[in-house]
């Protein structure tokens, strides 16, 4: 009997612990707001294709010429490069525009990438299903 409930609290405690990666993952809807959109265009300073989403840094001028650092999260690099998107495509110092969608915390300067545009026109859609490349 003893040996049954041991079994079974370890089963559970396994299956609880495979789960947990899930649970953490966050909803697009609880850190970005769909309601929000937000374009902006600057000069990249870092891109990072990493599990399980990636990242992309710029420096944006405001109206008053100061320096802001925004930061975007994009898909999966699987799903970029099947969108198109290419490692090492974009380098620091490249001029781009960004469009997607704010941070709830409207103090942070981050969003989720919807599309980002070189300065030649092309356009590549980064999360999701969507096409790209794409030239304008």
Do not use: C
């Amino acid at each position: 009997m003893k040996r049954r409930v041991l079994d079974l609290l370890m089963t559970g405690a396994l299956l609880l612990g495979l789960a947990m990666p899930a649970w953490a993952h966050h909803s697009f809807t609880a850190a970005f707001d769909p309601d929000q959109p937000v374009t902006v265009r600057g000069v990249i300073t870092q891109v990072r294709l990493e599990n399980p989403h990636s990242w992309f840094f710029l420096e944006v001028r405001d109206a008053g010429g100061n320096v802001e650092k925004w930061a975007f999260e994009a898909g999966t690099p699987s799903g970029m490069i099947r969108n198109g998107f290419k490692p090492g495509l974009i380098k620091a110092g490249v001029e781009v525009t960004i469009k997607g969608f704010r941070a709830r915390d409207a103090s942070q300067k981050m969003g989720m990438l919807r599309e980002l545009i070189t300065a030649d026109g092309k356009v590549y859609g980064l999360f999701g299903s969507q096409a790209g490349p794409e030239t304008k």
